[in-house]
């Protein structure tokens, strides 16, 4: 069974500060999908990024960065210089490759982010 | 309009109303879902259909009752709600089913508390 662990549960940083946001997965699947998704206080879940397991580089999409280490099992997302915008909760995603079948999304808890003036 | 859309972004309803839950994506894509979300529990997936066919179900109450007319609409109809029932429903869409690897594109959800 496939799980994701998000253990920090709030986050609060003062703008301009860097932050990192850790996610844990566990699958038995050689090839897996791993998500980030932002959901600000409107509600609805903003896809940030998919990363597949057979690509371990790094990315970073202007403030927003990635480091995945498949050797942890870890796929950590770090913001740089934080914004009170980026204040949202933050789900990290699992999903096993099904092929003809569902793409199941594995949810962590998601961390709560909360950035102060 | 664009992304996915659901209505009604709020709904307060009683124990024996009946009500029903909207969702329409504007994404071309052939596969939606139901998710609920509750306070400090992760989300959970509740239905999936692809090409209109229901294709999980994950061992959701009979009073959940989805239904997919077609590629673009899903609905939750709602009935003998219980409290703990309360929570925010958020519908995603996905360009196929096929593999795992299709991001799910979500709307804003619908609050609703049972009373």
């Known amino acids: 069974a496939q799980k994701v662990t998000q253990a920090q549960t709030e986050i609060s940083v003062v703008e301009k500060e860097d932050v990192t946001l850790d996610c844990v997965y566990e699958?038995?699947?050689?090839?897996?999908?791993l998500f980030w998704y932002k959901q600000p206080p409107s509600g609805e879940l903003v896809f940030l990024i998919r990363r597949n397991s057979f690509d371990e580089q790094n990315e970073i999409s202007g403030r927003y960065s990635w480091n995945f280490q498949k050797s942890t099992s870890s796929f950590n997302f770090t913001i740089t210089a934080s914004q009170v915008v980026d204040s949202a909760v933050y789900f990290c995603a699992l999903s096993e490759e099904r092929p003809g079948a569902n793409s199941k999304l594995t949810f962590g808890k998601g961390i709560t982010l909360s950035v102060r003036p | 309009e664009t992304g996915v859309t659901q209505t009604p972004r709020h709904l307060v309803m009683g124990m024996t109303n009946k009500k029903s839950l909207k969702c329409e994506q504007h994404l071309g894509h052939n596969a939606m879902y139901w998710y609920k979300q509750s306070a400090k529990k992760p989300l959970e997936l509740m239905f999936v259909y692809s090409l209109e066919e229901r294709v999980e179900n994950n061992s959701v109450p009979s009073r959940f009752s989805p239904e997919c007319p077609n590629s673009s609409h899903l609905f939750l109809h709602l009935h003998t709600l219980q409290p703990e029932d309360s929570a925010l429903y958020l519908c995603?869409?996905?360009?196929?089913?096929?593999?795992?690897?299709?991001?799910?594109?979500f709307g804003p959800g619908t609050r609703l508390t049972v009373l």
């Open positions: 699958t038995r699947d050689t090839t897996y999908y």
């Open positions: 995603a869409s996905s360009r196929e089913l096929a593999g795992g690897y299709n991001e799910q594109f």
